[in-house]
């Protein structure tokens, strides 16, 4: 049955990495909430999963330092690729003087690497710790950091138009 639920949540997060990548891809507007509702989402999700993992290790193991490093590393590289990210974002004011967003196919690009950067560093993280599913539950908090530090920067270029 633990198979099972693997598949599921494996098609979960590729769903929701998918919608992300998707709506990168659309020209919408720049809204001073609405970029931030995504990542608090994705947050929350993020540090019950966090804590999940953190019980799936400590169930058979001492958690040990080196998958919390590389768990911390790992998410500091989803701030870096937000950042890369952001910088590919066309940002301009619309016909009606409204500010408006478009992702560009380097922002497809980057969100690719960036999610593969993640499976190894939670396969990492996973083969540190010994036990559990820390590395791998974290997907959510690391697109949470990664799309909230994009948004930060792109609402920041916005309120400069």
């Given at each position: 049955?633990?198979?099972?639920?693997?598949?599921?949540?494996?098609?979960?997060?590729?769903?929701?990495?998918?919608?992300?990548?998707?709506?990168?891809?659309?020209?919408?507007?720049?809204?001073?909430?609405?970029?931030?509702?995504?990542?608090?989402?994705?947050?929350?999700?993020?540090?019950?999963?966090?804590?999940?993992?953190?019980?799936?290790?400590?169930?058979?193991?001492?958690?040990?330092?080196?998958?919390?490093?590389?768990?911390?590393?790992?998410?500091?590289?989803?701030?870096?690729?937000?950042?890369?990210?952001?910088?590919?974002?066309?940002?301009?004011?619309?016909?009606?003087?409204?500010?408006l967003r478009k992702g560009s196919a380097a922002t497809t690009g980057l969100w690719v690497a960036s999610v593969g950067v993640h499976l190894?560093?939670?396969?990492?993280?996973?083969?540190?710790?010994?036990?559990?599913?820390?590395?791998?539950?974290?997907?959510?908090?690391?697109?949470?950091?990664?799309?909230?530090?994009?948004?930060?920067?792109?609402?920041?270029?916005?309120?400069?138009?």
């Open positions: 049955m633990q198979g099972t639920n693997d598949g599921a949540a494996l098609a979960l997060a590729v769903l929701v990495v998918g919608l992300v990548v998707r709506q990168q891809l659309r020209t919408r507007p720049v809204r001073r909430i609405g970029s931030l509702v995504t990542p608090a989402v994705l947050g929350v999700l993020g540090v019950a999963g966090i804590a999940l993992g953190v019980a799936s290790v400590v169930r058979d193991h001492r958690l040990a330092t080196l998958p919390v490093v590389l768990l911390v590393a790992s998410l500091a590289v989803a701030a870096g690729f937000g950042v890369a990210r952001a910088r590919t974002i066309r940002v301009w004011r619309g016909p009606e003087g409204e500010v190894g560093l939670g396969l990492w993280i996973d083969d540190a710790a010994g036990a559990g599913v820390l590395g791998a539950v974290s997907l959510y908090a690391y697109l949470a950091i990664g799309l909230g530090m994009q948004n930060l920067l792109v609402r920041g270029r916005a309120a400069t138009l």
